[in-house]
């Protein structure tokens, strides 16, 4: 459970939106090609899940600036298949390029039958996005058989789909709420896969990643930082967005990013301490607060108004920046964070600005702009907070064995490494999805579970780590911090159930599935922290 550690850290050390100057920071690996390619999948694979999302509500809505929307989605695209060949070749690009694209224009046909209120359309555009996960999955096994199972990298896929397909049934059934839980699971499991893929490339190409520079600590750290900071971004233009539009969904997305800013000040509250946490809280609250002024104003046609929202957002990013500087001053200096944030303020009123005056293809670039930047910003902000708490971010080895699980939809047979104990409920497959009892799955790999009947809730503890599970919620909670899981937590057989590949690779396990058989692999190589001297 060392791993899931070291993903708790991301979670435990979120702490801003700036780019300090970082003076004489500690050296700590954390930028390189394995980091990079990490991040850099992480970004893309993450803003095509949120550019989709926003793509297909304004194609249903026949908003103006779908067109942008789209185009930016197809940028993005263009970067990730210049990532694809910067990996494999020109080629491997070529071809990947018609087969991505294509599950993007299935989805654009999905939206189309659905605001047609044609049934058949809507099932052809499902069994062709079938089709696509088929030979994109057979993409990336051509391009890596060792690493990279068919059947995984299907399965990783359908999950993909299925996360898009529900946030937009939901926003069509005005289920708002649902439609943007179902984003942000959409948008997080996006960097569950970019971890599988760097993981698989890293492993294919060792000459280029060697093994102690793929994975440590600080490299979790900048991967989280960016998904994040990230979402930050992209929330905050959308409900902006909607806000000026007077959309009905706009509680929703400002729901969303408040959610976000919750997980932010629990994570400022693990390391500082309640007190700095609740300060943190009504701080960075009001810098929201002063973009819905400003939104209002706007609308209003306000200019006094706006301009005291500006003025506000000025006030509010030298008091953030004294705050961070409080809490770590020989490396977040006020100034350089204050720098920092007003870039950020600036990206996110450029973007909303431009989307007022109609400029939608300059809304998408400064979209995708105060994106980005917020990935700059992990891997600067990374280098501050190892500086910080260098303790926390000793290196890791891999030690043997590597952890075998293995079990089989429909049989009550577990066996770890090799070793052969019973369920009383089997595996079995829910709309797509391998589901297991939390309790087993739990158990094997290592953590203690408790059920509380009255409650209908299970706790998952490692040591210090708790994880809260309850049944009809589509989330858990980690430590205090609300996590999106994909479906909801269900009984069956008298077991609660969960999804096996979210919850598994959550915990940092491979996870294989032969649909054809049936038979499931959960695979880890163990992880011990190595030992140094200051």
């Given at each position: 459970m060392k791993r899931l550690q070291s993903k708790m850290v991301i979670l435990m050390l979120c702490l801003s939106l700036f780019i300090p100057a970082l003076a004489s920071a500690h050296e700590v690996n954390t930028t390189g090609p394995a980091p990079d390619l990490r991040a850099g999948l992480g970004q893309l694979l993450g803003e095509h899940a949120l550019l989709a999302v926003i793509a297909m509500q304004k194609g249903y809505d026949g908003a103006a600036d779908f067109g942008d929307a789209a185009a930016a989605l197809s940028q993005n695209t263009d970067d990730l298949t210049a990532a694809i060949a910067s990996v494999y070749g020109r080629a491997a690009g070529e071809a990947f390029k018609p087969i991505w694209s294509s599950h993007i224009g299935y989805f654009v046909d999905y939206v189309k039958a659905t605001a047609a209120k044609d049934e058949a359309g809507r099932q052809k555009a499902i069994a062709e996005l079938e089709d696509y996960r088929m030979k994109q999955a057979e993409f990336f096994n051509m391009a890596n058989p060792k690493y990279f199972g068919k059947t995984a990298i299907a399965d990783g896929l359908k999950l993909h789909i299925n996360h898009l397909l529900e946030a937009f049934d939901s926003y069509v059934?005005?289920?708002?709420?649902?439609?943007?839980?179902?984003?942000?699971?959409?948008?997080?499991?996006?960097?569950?896969?970019?971890?599988?893929?760097?993981?698989?490339?890293?492993?294919?190409?060792?000459?280029?990643?060697?093994?102690?520079?793929?994975?440590?600590?600080?490299?979790?750290l900048r991967a989280g930082l960016g998904q994040l900071l990230g979402e930050h971004a992209s929330l905050a233009v959308l409900a902006m967005q909607k806000g000026i539009d007077g959309a009905p969904d706009f509680a929703a997305a400002a729901g969303a990013l408040n959610g976000n800013t919750d997980d932010l000040s629990a994570a400022i509250a693990s390391v500082y301490g309640k007190p700095a946490g609740e300060a943190f809280h009504t701080v960075w609250s009001s810098h929201i607060g002063y973009f819905v002024d400003y939104v209002k104003a706007t609308g209003a046609k306000d200019e006094a108004g706006r301009q005291k929202a500006v003025a506000e957002l000025e006030d509010y990013r030298m008091k953030q920046a004294m705050f961070f500087n409080s809490a770590n001053p020989q490396y977040f200096q006020?100034?350089?964070?204050?720098?920092?944030?007003?870039?950020?303020?600036?990206?996110?009123?450029?973007?909303?600005?431009?989307?007022?005056?109609?400029?939608?293809?300059?809304?998408?670039?400064?979209?995708?702009?105060?994106?980005?930047?917020?990935?700059?910003?992990?891997?600067?902000?990374?280098?501050?907070?190892?500086?910080?708490?260098?303790?926390?971010?000793?290196?890791?080895?891999?030690?043997?064995?590597?952890?075998?699980?293995?079990?089989?939809?429909?049989?009550?047979?577990?066996?770890?490494?090799?070793?052969?104990?019973?369920?009383?409920?089997?595996?079995?497959?829910?709309?797509?999805?391998?589901?297991?009892?939390?309790?087993?799955?739990?158990?094997?790999?290592?953590?203690?579970?408790?059920?509380?009947?009255?409650?209908?809730?299970?706790?998952?503890?490692?040591?210090?780590?708790?994880?809260?599970?309850?049944?009809?919620?589509?989330?858990?909670?980690?430590?205090?911090?609300?996590?999106?899981?994909?479906?909801p937590v269900f009984l069956h057989g008298g077991r609660v159930q969960v999804p096996l590949r979210f919850i598994a690779e959550l915990l940092s396990w491979n996870v294989n599935w032969n649909s054809a058989n049936g038979a499931i692999t959960l695979t880890k190589a163990m992880m011990m922290e190595m030992e140094h001297s200051h």
């Open positions: 059934s005005k289920d708002y709420a649902t439609a943007y839980s179902d984003l942000r699971t959409a948008y997080a499991h996006m960097y569950m896969t970019a971890d599988t893929l760097a993981g698989g490339i890293e492993a294919q190409f060792p000459a280029k990643f060697p093994v102690g520079t793929v994975d440590s600590p600080g490299i979790d006020t100034a350089a964070i204050a720098d920092g944030l007003k870039m950020h303020i600036d990206h996110l009123l450029s973007a909303f600005d431009s989307y007022v005056s109609k400029d939608f293809k300059n809304t998408y670039a400064f979209e995708r702009t105060a994106y980005a930047h917020m990935f700059a910003t992990a891997s600067e902000l990374t280098g501050g907070i190892v500086a910080q708490f260098p303790d926390k971010f000793h290196g890791k080895a891999p030690m043997s064995p590597v952890t075998t699980i293995g079990m089989k939809t429909g049989s009550t047979t577990l066996t770890i490494n090799g070793k052969t104990a019973k369920m009383d409920v089997a595996p079995f497959v829910k709309r797509g999805s391998v589901v297991i009892p939390l309790r087993y799955l739990g158990e094997a790999v290592g953590v203690k579970v408790i059920w509380d009947n009255a409650k209908q809730t299970v706790w998952v503890k490692d040591g210090e780590n708790t994880a809260v599970f309850s049944v009809g919620k589509s989330y858990m909670e980690l430590n205090g911090q609300h996590k999106e899981i994909g479906v």
